[in-house]
């Protein structure tokens, strides 16, 4: 199937990050704000999960949320995913379907780390699902910007450039 197929066939719509998403899970249960860790200000959901696509060219911006991010590889070809973690350590995940060449079909960003995806260069696309427990909320969600994360992490600076937005 082609890129534009998928975003047809699973209803997949513009994500604010880049690229193409639909939710397709959110827990009816929650946990209470007295049964998370200090970094959540509110309720959340047990667990979330969404389609998301990225087509050669686009990106998902540098941006940080406070729970773990498991993705899942579903089609297309090779995503790169793209880690900060707090001490300004680089790791650049391979997710896609060729394990015998390093490729992984899941990876875990962690809480409270900064990344951003792309398709790899040869990749026309990538179908992948992220799986966030607790459940995504936007109150935890934090966009980076250019100044503020080559500030941090100077020897950085031309893959913050070239993958944050504005």
């Known amino acids: 199937m082609t890129a534009e197929q998928y975003i047809d066939h699973l209803q997949l719509q513009k994500h ?5 998403y639909k939710e397709t899970y959110r827990s009816e249960d ?5 049964c998370l860790p200090s970094q959540f200000d509110g309720d959340r959901n047990i667990c979330t999960a969404i389609y998301y696509l990225l087509e ?16 899942h590889f579903y089609g297309g070809q090779t995503l790169l995913i793209h880690i900060l973690d707090i001490d300004g350590r680089y790791e650049c995940i391979h ?13 875990v960003v962690p809480a409270g780390a900064w990344f951003a995806s792309e398709p790899a260069p040869e990749s026309a696309f990538a179908l ?8 995504f909320d936007f109150n935890d969600f934090e966009m980076a910007t250019k100044k503020d994360l080559v500030g941090k992490f100077p020897q950085h600076q031309s893959l913050i450039q070239r993958l944050c937005r504005g």
């Not at 604010?16 to 193409?20: A, C, I, N, Q, T």
């Open 128 to 135: 992948v699902g992220c799986t966030v427990a607790p459940g």
């Open 16 to 20: 604010p990050e880049g690229g193409y």
């Open 95 to 107: 997710l896609g379907q060729e394990i015998n060449k390093g490729e992984l079909f899941q990876f």
């Open 30 to 34: 929650r946990i209470t704000t007295s």
């Open 56 to 71: 050669n060219g686009d990106f998902s911006a540098f941006h940080r949320i406070k729970s773990d991010e498991c993705w």
